[in-house]
């Protein structure tokens, strides 16, 4: 049973170019997490599939992140316009069930540098 | 706006010793308090969480003790191990599956 992967492990594009940010979750499950974790800091959440939609996209700090998950598997962040402040770790997770105590399992990240 | 507060930001303890962890948090809808831990170039992993309906949880090593009048919820590590240290996040939630983490605790713990 693996667990979440992500890909690519690292990231480095230039400031106003575009980047998709992959994550395979768990075989079965049906939620799926994307969050932001900056430098020394805890992560920040972004947005959360149920199946194939969105169920929570308040945490999408503008228009130019955008995610899709069009088969209920496999997710991407897409950001637009890079900037530098873009910069963190991009954590993916996911659980069984949408519930508030169902675990979430993350993957080891995808780490993005805007230069 | 920072709904979960976390201390301290780092803790060094001797091989054998108690770890505490303190989060405090401000919003009294949240219903399930997990903490995770983060080793380097890893995703954060479930260690143990807690319900409000109790005041203790412990499972081996870990405690979490849980006080809601003040809003306070601990961990505690006790025997702590050198395989012990890595980023400790406290988090909260409320009926809704996103988490809200705390700024995260960096222990060592000496051999």
């Known amino acids: 049973g693996a667990g979440v992967s992500q890909t690519p492990s690292n990231k480095v594009t230039e400031k106003g170019k575009y980047v998709e940010l992959r994550c395979d979750p768990i075989s079965g499950h049906t939620a799926l997490y994307w969050y932001r974790q900056s430098l020394g800091q805890g992560p920040e959440f972004l947005i959360y599939?149920?199946?194939?939609?969105?169920?929570?996209d308040s945490g999408l700090p503008n228009d130019r992140f955008f995610a899709v998950r069009p088969e209920g598997s496999v997710s991407t962040l897409k950001i637009q316009r890079t900037e530098r402040g873009d910069s963190a770790v991009y954590l993916c997770a996911s659980s069984r069930l949408v519930g508030g105590t169902d675990t979430q399992y993350f993957g080891p990240g995808t780490r993005l540098t805007v230069l | 706006q920072q709904q979960v507060k976390q201390s301290p930001q780092s803790l060094i303890v001797q091989k054998g010793g108690i770890s505490i962890i303190n989060c405090a948090y401000e919003?009294?809808?949240?219903?399930?308090f997990p903490w995770y831990q983060q080793f380097p170039g890893k995703g954060p992993a479930l260690l143990i969480a807690i319900r409000p309906d109790v005041s203790e949880k412990k499972e081996g090593r870990f405690t979490i003790s849980f006080n809601k009048s003040a809003k306070q919820f601990s961990l505690h590590i006790m025997d702590s191990q050198p395989g012990d240290s890595a980023t400790y996040f406290c988090a909260a939630s409320k009926g809704r599956p996103r988490l809200t983490f705390g700024e995260g605790t960096q222990l060592t713990v000496n051999p």
């Open positions: 919003n009294t809808a949240f219903d399930y």
């Open positions: 599939f149920q199946g194939t939609g969105a169920a929570d």
